[in-house]
Each structure stands twice: as structure tokens, then as C-alpha cells.
């Protein structure tokens, strides 16, 4: 039996990758550099937030209330001042990220039902995101401690990410963000490449459809993206710890999905492009940013206004970072995820036969 | 000189003849300035919650009407259902879930201490800290207030220990408007990112279409090479930079507490080293592919240890000795330091003499690397 | 030691364990035309980048124009003017700025650049395609501008690398004229073909088999030596021994 001209042409494509080692060793590479750089360098997770303390009260209770905070473990003294103003230069050079203040009649209001006692926290706000979560953790604290007199309590609870690190957070985005790049890249790339040196043309002029020649190429493509996601999976699990909740199996199969998508839209790329500088920039821009922005990959999609929360919509990323997030810390399965899958085929399909229709029309 | 003003002649030509390379260097991270400003956002608001209210009691409606009112949550649902709740989270559907259990009014008047119950999706563990926090202090708010208001008889009386209420104050940015500090940083990447990625592909893409071998038989010096390519992107990044520094001011209307001309200064020296990093990156490289990768490699080690997400020094030291070859580092520093303390010269002169001090180097290193020998 | 624009003393080049020259020894006259011919892969292009000082030489010495390209490459390339195989052109500049381009890059004033233009595009016909870009023209225009470009600086030996290659037979026989009124004028042509006929119109030729010279002379001396009635009937006769 013949062999069908697409692994005719994907077996020739698959000789294009090897011989290139040095592309390939940085595909992979690539993801394990970004994990451990999010994992050591940008660790969003904050513990032991450094803090200057002015007691002007100087009773047990004001000691007793810092213990409680400092044993917590997510804030750390960083020194005790006499004022304000000699706790300033501290918060200045960076050494400490805000001032705790107990005033003159801590304790004394602790005793006086009537008015609550108030501690003042001073904060950076340079930094806009860690003064935040600061504020949210003193307030935690605080209502914590207060419970204890207040007649009920408040019980929170953290689903899925007990200890609550960012880490297990980030690290599946990431995967939603680079597995789309790399594949709209790699095809655009290669489409492209083709073009540029007029071998494209040269191969349609045999009895081969065009169809049969992009799915050709891009056929390794997506073995490599797969054993890409496998391997972001695989190494975050080990080296940091993040779980795999949900069945490993699915969430291969519905990565396809992405991967078809993500592989449409390179192939849309490369028919509208003539030239490989501009078809990588062009499948940067196109995919990885809008990814990374505004997909929930980092920032809180709510948080948006409304123009950008429906963009977000638009992202096919954003609904792959549902399913890998949902398999990885949430074990949710099928039944929970097959919306978010079908909308990536939608997309995919769409962007296909834009990319096709494009093809055909610059060639016919 | 001569020779290296055909060179930059050639270039121009070339770029301006490309409209999508136009397009890709000024009008995308233009665009990109405009919707991060907007995008990038700390602030945790429109959290989705749901409430299983089940006392229906005065007390309880007063608790959720405040959640509600406090205009950080979005009710999504009113469940009844106690069970059902972990639905919501499953499919994403809600962050943070507050349950009041039955006869919670009741409970509270006799002294039985019921417990509120609340849910927080873990997996945005920001959010999730700050979901609660917010809950939590509207919550004590509502309680503490409706307990001056009808004092119950029977509560327990603290025994030593009564409320303590949090007053927050914040220097510098008083309205934590991220904004603020953010987008100074954002332009600095954005001008990186874009100069990285137009010379790293820049020598390997003559060396792939040919025209680097008719260019090597001819008596061209390797730095009149090296110096007529990197001079136009100078220019188009200085540009790039101006503008994206005017969308600051004009847009977002940020202030700038010190020097225009300073920041332009060693905003220029900024634009130069990353161009060297750029051509460093494409001597190193034998395929445009490998070139966009590697550049795109640095781009993000650049990106995250800028100092734009998390400070420097509080990562690993070994980590912060890696960033000294970051150039965005340093104009990290100038950019904030201008914005928004008014740094002088005097405080800024060593990062500049940094980014110098890299940015001839990296140019020395690639022009160590660029043989005009084909093989 | 005879004034030659080129000399080859028993040159080698090797690529990892593989010998593409492999000590070879000739000298061109100034003013000649001197064909390299060979079948491909015979080491021809390896040899015409180590004249022209873009690989180092393994083994061996060359000279080029009296400079030993070996030891000062940069020297060398002054003078001389190289046209590859594959044309190499910027696509997106015309041919006019091509030209102007390169003739920038040699260090030319602008005057003399303008005037060279209007003389090398008057007599190669090439004023009608100054502002077309080199992908809209045909293979044999393109090779017009390649050359023109290859010797807008007046080098003294000029470097042609399988210029008529893929060309139809009346574009290369217009070639092969300009390069012969090239020679006249005193500059050396140094040239390599797989076309065995073309060999007829160099002065002398030689014929590279596998890294090694297998004949050296004109193409009336190797006919008398090797019997034949054509190049192309030597090339096979020395082939078969």
C-alpha cells in the first residue's frame, strides 16, 4: 500500500526538526527556565512580609497581639522604632514593607466594649499588588483574633490550594500560554520558510492538494506540543509539587483541542505572510500576548473593565486555562470541562477554514 | 563612515518598504501599552460569590446586602442548596462562597456562637487571600455595628480581649492605583521587548537569504557592519520610547515628579544595550528560528526579573546575580525612580554606567562572534 | 615570479574528515579569462571562496592579485568583485538602490556612483528595470544586475561563481559577451561553469574532478592532448581514466 502523501510530507518535515537540534533544545528548554523562574524569582506567594513597629502603647497586650501576628508567618518585625518618622527611612530603602503602629491606648480600648481599639498599618503602596494582599492578610488576622469575643466565627476555607501557592497557580498557565505559542509559531514558521525559499511552490506544483501539504507539516508539530505539555506538566509535578488531580488522559485529549486551535491560527498566519521575521513577530503578537494579559493567566480577568473582560472572550487561552487549572488542582473532569472544549474546536475550525480560504485564494 | 551610512541607508529602506515589520514595531506595543494599563490590575475587584443564606433572618439579609453594597462582589447566585456549592467552584463559577447557616440570629442572640462559613477557590491564591480578607472585614464591620445598635444581652463579654478594628494607610500611591507603578515598567518592556526582537534576527536573516556572503567578499568592516545595523533600530526604539512615554502622560495622565530630560538620557543609553543584547543574540544564532527563540528566552528571563512583578531582593541571590545582565533592571529603576521620587542624576548615574558598561560589552562580544567567514 | 592575478600552490580544503580541495596548483594571467570547469560537488565553489578570502585555506597558499588571501583576506577583497550563485540581491530594494547600495558599501563617492550606474546600465540594458525589484525579474536579468553590482568598484579580477545557471542559452551567450569586452578592458575573469561548452569561450580552462585538477590549458591544447572534438568530449575521455 502506498503511503499516504501527508506522511510522506511529515516524515520529510520531521527530518527539517532534527536537523536544527538547537531550535528543539530550546523549545524544551524553555518551559523548564520560565517554571523555575516563576517558582524562585517572581514568587508571588508572600510570607513573612517585613515590618517596622512602633509601639506607643507598650503593654502586654500590644506584645501579645505582635506575637500572635509574627507567629502566623506571614508577617516578620523588621525593627522596633520610637515614631513614625524614625520608621520611615526603612520603608524608603525597600528594608521593610510598612509600619505597624499601636497607639498610646491599645490596650485600655481593648477593655472598653463600647470602642474598638485600632491598629494602624502603614503601607508601601509603590507597590500596588503586595500592599494589597497585605491589607487582605492584616484584615484575615484581625478577624481571626477578634472572633474569639464576638459570639460567632467565621470559618474560611482554601479548596484546592491549601497552602496557597502561587506557584501551582501560574505554572499551568503557563502552559495555556507557551503551548500556544510555540505551536502557532513552529507552523507559521515553517509554512513560511517555504515561501521564502520557493520550495512551497515547487511542492504544489506536484499532484499533491495544498491541504495534504499543511497537514504534512504541521503533524510534527503537534507531537512536539504534546510532548511539550507533558513535559511542563511532568517537571512542575516533580519540582514543585503540583498535583495532577484529575485524569492525565483527558487532559491530553482536550489539550488537542487547544493544539488544533493553536495550529489553525498559525496556518492562518503563515498564508497571510510572505517573510519568516514577520511571521514570528506577527504569531507573538498575535498569540502570546493576548494570552498572557488577558487570559486570567496572571491577572484577575474580573478585575477588568468590561471592554477587556469580553476580549478576554475572544482568547482561546482563557478557556484552556479553565480545563488545565481544572484537571491539575481541581480533579473536575468531562462533565465540567466539555463547554470549554468545544468553544477551543469552535475557534480552531473557524481559524482553519479562514486560513484555507486564504491559502487557496493566494495560489488559485 | 561612508560605509556604514549605506549600510544604515539600506536598512531604512528596508523597513520602511515592509509595512508589517512598521506595524509589529510601533502600532502593536502601542496597543499592547493600552490594553495592559488597563489589564494589569492588582486590585481585586467583581469577585464572584455565591451566598447560601439559610436563616433568612433580618440578620443575615443585613450581611448579605452589605457584601453586595460594598461593590467588590458580584452575587452570581443565591444557592439553598449546601451541597451544590462546591459546584460553582468546580466550574469556575464563583471564587469565594459565604454560607449562613440556619438559625444563625437566633444563635447569635443566645450566645451559641454559630459559625459563617466561607469558601475560597485557592487556586488564584491572591485573589483568594484578598477575597477573604474583604469578607472578612465587612462581615466584622456589619456584626460590630449591629451590635451597637441592639446591644444583645447575652453575648459574652470579652474577657479581655475586645475588637480590634484595622486602619490601613497607604505612602506613596494612596489610592493603590497599580497604574501608577506599573506602567513606567511596562513601557520599559515593552521598548526592550520590541528592540530585542527586531536585531536578533537581523544578521542571521542576511546570512539566510545569502546577501551576508556578497557582504563578506566585500571590504566592509565587521564593526561598520555591526554599527550600520544597529543604528537604525537605535533611532526606531528611541522613537518607539518617546511615544509610548507621551501615551503615559497624555492617556494615562501620570505625572512625572522628575527630569524629561534625564529619563530621555538614560532612556537612549536603554535602547542602546538592548540592541547589543539583540545582536549578541544573532551571532549566536544559525537560523532566524533559533534567533527568535533565544531572543524570546531572554525576553522573558528580562520580563520576570525585571523587578516589575516581585523586587529583586527578594529573590535568591543566585537569581540576583543573574539579573545584573537585565538591562531592564536598571532602566526599571531610572523609570520608577523619575516617575514617581523624583531621582536626580546624582542617584541615577550608575545605572546608566550599567547599561553603558553592558551594552558595549555585549557589541564587543558580538563582534568577537560575527566572523565575515561563511564558514 | 610572473605577475598572475591568481595563483594556487598546491591548495587544500578540508571539511571535517573530508578533502573538498585537495592540493591543487594553478595560476591565471592577468587579463584572462580562466573557466573552472567540473561537475558539481567537484570542489569548484569551495575553491572560488577561499580566493576570495570567505574560508581559510587548510593547507596550501593562494594569491590574489599578489596578497596572500590566506593571511590577509581583508586585503584582498578591495579588488576584486564576486558574483555568487545564487544572486544574492535584497528583494526589497530595488535594483537601482541595490546598486547604489553596494557601490556605498566600497566606499565609492557619490558621483562616481551615479556615473557608473548610468555607464554599467547603458550597456547592459538594465535602465528600463532600475526600480523593479530583483523577484519580479527574470532569472537573466537578475543576473545582469548581480554582475553589474559585482563590478560597479572596477576590481581588477572578478569572481563568477556558475553565473549562467538555470539561464536560457541567448541570456547566456549575451553573458558570455559582456564578460569578454570585461576582459578586454584588462580585468581577469575568473569563472566557474558546469556548461562544458561555455568553455569555449575562456582562454584557458580547467577541469576539477573530485578536489583534484585533472587537466589544465586551453581548450585547443586539451582537445590535442586528450583527443576530442569538443570540451565536452575531453571532459569524458579524462573522466573515464
Redesign the interface.
Known amino acids: 500500500m502506498r503511503k499516504p502523501k501527508i506522511v510522506t510530507i511529515a516524515a520529510k518535515e520531521r527530518r527539517h526538526i532534527l536537523r536544527?537540534p538547537?531550535?528543539l533544545v530550546?523549545?524544551f528548554?524553555?518551559p523548564v527556565?520560565?517554571i523555575l523562574?516563576?517558582g524562585?524569582?517572581?514568587?508571588?506567594?508572600l510570607r513573612n512580609i517585613p515590618l517596622s513597629v512602633v509601639d506607643y502603647d507598650h503593654t502586654s497586650?500590644s506584645r501579645l497581639?505582635l506575637e500572635r501576628m509574627v507567629n502566623s508567618g506571614y508577617f516578620s518585625v523588621t525593627g522596633h522604632y520610637g515614631s513614625v518618622a524614625q520608621a520611615e527611612p526603612d520603608?524608603i530603602a525597600?528594608r521593610s514593607f510598612g509600619i505597624l503602629v499601636f497607639p498610646v491606648n491599645f490596650a485600655r480600648?481593648?477593655?472598653?466594649?463600647?470602642q474598638?481599639?485600632?491598629?494602624?498599618?502603614?503601607?508601601?503602596?509603590?507597590?500596588?499588588?503586595t500592599?494589597?494582599?497585605t491589607?487582605?492578610?492584616?484584615?484575615?488576622f484581625?478577624?481571626?483574633?477578634?472572633q474569639?469575643?464576638?459570639?460567632?466565627?467565621?470559618?474560611?476555607?482554601?479548596?484546592?490550594?491549601?497552602d496557597?501557592?502561587?506557584v501551582?497557580?501560574i505554572v499551568p498557565g503557563l502552559a495555556g500560554v507557551l503551548l500556544m505559542m510555540i505551536c502557532a509559531?513552529m507552523t507559521s514558521?515553517t509554512i513560511t520558510?517555504e515561501k521564502?525559499f520557493g520550495t512551497l511552490e515547487l511542492v504544489l506544483t506536484t499532484p499533491i492538494q495544498p491541504y495534504q501539504v499543511i497537514l504534512g507539516k504541521v503533524l510534527p508539530y503537534i507531537v512536539i506540543a504534546f510532548l511539550e505539555c507533558l513535559t511542563i506538566v511532568g517537571f512542575s509535578h516533580v519540582w514543585f509539587g503540583v498535583p495532577v488531580s484529575g485524569s492525565l488522559f483527558l487532559l491530553m485529549g482536550l489539550t488537542f483541542g487547544y493544539l488544533f486551535c493553536a495550529l489553525a491560527i498559525g496556518i492562518t498566519i503563515s498564508a497571510a505572510?510572505e517573510?519568516?521575521?514577520?511571521a514570528?513577530?506577527?504569531a507573538?503578537?498575535a498569540t502570546m500576548?493576548p494570552s498572557v494579559?488577558?487570559s486570567g493567566f496572571?491577572?484577575?480577568v474580573?478585575?477588568?473593565?468590561l471592554p477587556?473582560r469580553l476580549?478576554s472572550g475572544a482568547i482561546p487561552a482563557t478557556y484552556y486555562l479553565?480545563i488545565i487549572?481544572?484537571i491539575m488542582?481541581?480533579g473536575?473532569g468531562w462533565n465540567?470541562l466539555w463547554p470549554n472544549f468545544a468553544i477551543l474546536i469552535g475557534f480552531g475550525v473557524f481559524f482553519l477554514l479562514v486560513g484555507m480560504k486564504k491559502f487557496k485564494t493566494r495560489l488559485g | 563612515m561612508k560605509v556604514v551610512k549605506a549600510i544604515i541607508r539600506k536598512e531604512f529602506l528596508q523597513v520602511f518598504r515592509n509595512p508589517f515589520m512598521l506595524r509589529i514595531i510601533f502600532v502593536i506595543p502601542i496597543v499592547q501599552l493600552f490594553v495592559l494599563g488597563y489589564a494589569i490590575t492588582f486590585d481585586i475587584t467583581n469577585i464572584s460569590l455565591v451566598v447560601r443564606d439559610g436563616d433568612r433572618s433580618q440578620t443575615s439579609r443585613l450581611l448579605v446586602e452589605k457584601i453586595r453594597g460594598s461593590g467588590r462582589f458580584r452575587i452570581r447566585a443565591y444557592e439553598p442548596d449546601q451541597q451544590r456549592l462546591k459546584w460553582y467552584f468546580d466550574n469556575a463559577a464563583a471564587q469565594v462562597s459565604l454560607a449562613i447557616p440556619r438559625d444563625f440570629e437566633a444563635d447569635l442572640a443566645n450566645g451559641r456562637n454559630p459559625a459563617l462559613q466561607i469558601l475560597v477557590d485557592g487556586v488564584d491564591s491572591n485573589t483568594g487571600i484578598v477575597a477573604n480578607g474583604y469578607i472578612q472585614q465587612i462581615v466584622a464591620e456589619t456584626m460590630s455595628q449591629l451590635e451597637r445598635n441592639h446591644p444583645a444581652p447575652q453575648m459574652k463579654a470579652p474577657a479581655g480581649e475586645g475588637r480590634i478594628e484595622p486602619k490601613v494607610r497607604v505612602w506613596y500611591n494612596p489610592d493603590l492605583e497599580s497604574r501608577n507603578y506599573m506602567l513606567p515598567g511596562i513601557v520599559a518592556i515593552l521598548v526592550m521587548m520590541t528592540t530585542v526582537l527586531l536585531t536578533s534576527t537581523g544578521i542571521v536573516r542576511e546570512r539566510e537569504i545569502g546577501t551576508l556572503e556578497q557582504l563578506s567578499v566585500t571590504p566592509v568592516r565587521k564593526w561598520e557592519l555591526l554599527l550600520g545595523k544597529t543604528i537604525p533600530f537605535a533611532v526606531l526604539g528611541f522613537f518607539l520610547l518617546l511615544l509610548a512615554l507621551t501615551v503615559v502622560a497624555a492617556w494615562y495622565r501620570i505625572p512625572m515628579e522628575g527630569s524629561l530630560g534625564l529619563l530621555l538620557f538614560l532612556g537612549f543609553l536603554f535602547v542602546l544595550c538592548n540592541l547589543s543584547v539583540g545582536l549578541l543574540i544573532s551571532t549566536l544564532s544559525s537560523t532566524q528560528q533559533e534567533a527568535f527563540l533565544l531572543a524570546f528566552f531572554f525576553i522573558i528571563f528580562a520580563i520576570l526579573t525585571s523587578g516589575l512583578f516581585a523586587p529583586i531582593h527578594n529573590m535568591p541571590q543566585y537569581i540576583q546575580y543573574m539579573t545584573y545582565l537585565n538591562p531592564v533592571r536598571y532602566f526599571m529603576e531610572v523609570v520608577r525612580g523619575i516617575y514617581l521620587k523624583g531621582s536626580s542624576f546624582a542617584y541615577l548615574w550608575h545605572q546608566g554606567a550599567a547599561l553603558l558598561v553592558w551594552g558595549l560589552a555585549a557589541f564587543w562580544f558580538a563582534s568577537l562572534r560575527f566572523r565575515k567567514q561563511v564558514s | 615570479m610572473a605577475d598572475y592575478a591568481v595563483v594556487a600552490e598546491k591548495l587544500i580544503r578540508t571539511f571535517g574528515g573530508f578533502r573538498a580541495v585537495d592540493g591543487i596548483d594553478f595560476a591565471v594571467e592577468r587579463g584572462e579569462i580562466f573557466g573552472f570547469l567540473g561537475a558539481n560537488g567537484a570542489g569548484k565553489t569551495t575553491t572560488i571562496r577561499i580566493l576570495c578570502g570567505l574560508l581559510r585555506p587548510s593547507g596550501g597558499r593562494c594569491e590574489v592579485d599578489g596578497i596572500d588571501v590566506g593571511a590577509e583576506p581583508e586585503k584582498v577583497k578591495r579588488r576584486i568583485g564576486y558574483m555568487s550563485q545564487k544572486f544574492s540581491l535584497y528583494e526589497d530594494l530595488t535594483v537601482a538602490e541595490n546598486f547604489r547600495f553596494f557601490g556605498g558599501v566600497y566606499g565609492m563617492k557619490n558621483g562616481d556612483i551615479v556615473q557608473r550606474q548610468m555607464e554599467l546600465f547603458g550597456r547592459l540594458g538594465l535602465e528600463e528595470v532600475e526600480d523593479k525589484m530583483p523577484g519580479e525579474l527574470p532569472l537573466g536579468w537578475k543576473q545582469k544586475v548581480a554582475l553589474a553590482s559585482a563590478v560597479l568598484h572596477r576590481p581588477r579580477i572578478v569572481f563568477l561563481d556558475e553565473p549562467t545557471s538555470g539561464v536560457d542559452p541567448i541570456s547566456r551567450r549575451t553573458f558570455w559577451k559582456l564578460i569578454h569586452s570585461l576582459a578586454s578592458q584588462g580585468t581577469t575573469v575568473f569563472v566557474t561553469t558546469h556548461y562544458l561548452d561555455e568553455a569555449e569561450y575562456c582562454d584557458r580552462i580547467s577541469i576539477m574532478e573530485a578536489g583534484r585538477i585533472a587537466a589544465v590549458g586551453s581548450p585547443a591544447q586539451l582537445k590535442a592532448s586528450y583527443g576530442g572534438q569538443s570540451v565536452e568530449e575531453v571532459f569524458i575521455r579524462l573522466l573515464r581514466n
Open positions: 536544527d538547537r531550535s530550546l523549545i528548554l524553555l527556565v520560565m523562574l516563576y524562585y524569582a517572581v514568587n508571588l506567594d497586650s497581639v520603608v525597600g480600648d481593648l477593655y472598653r466594649p463600647a474598638p481599639a485600632r491598629i494602624q498599618l502603614i503601607l508601601d503602596g509603590s507597590d500596588a499588588n500592599a494589597t494582599i491589607s487582605g492578610y492584616f484584615s484575615a484581625l478577624a481571626t483574633l477578634n474569639a469575643g464576638a459570639g460567632f466565627s467565621v470559618r474560611p476555607r482554601i479548596l484546592y490550594n491549601p496557597l501557592e502561587s501551582k497557580f509559531l514558521v520558510r521564502e505572510v517573510s519568516q521575521q514577520v514570528m513577530s506577527l507573538m503578537v500576548l494579559m488577558l496572571i491577572f484577575p474580573a478585575s477588568m473593565p477587556l476580549l479553565k487549572r481544572g488542582l481541581k473536575v465540567e
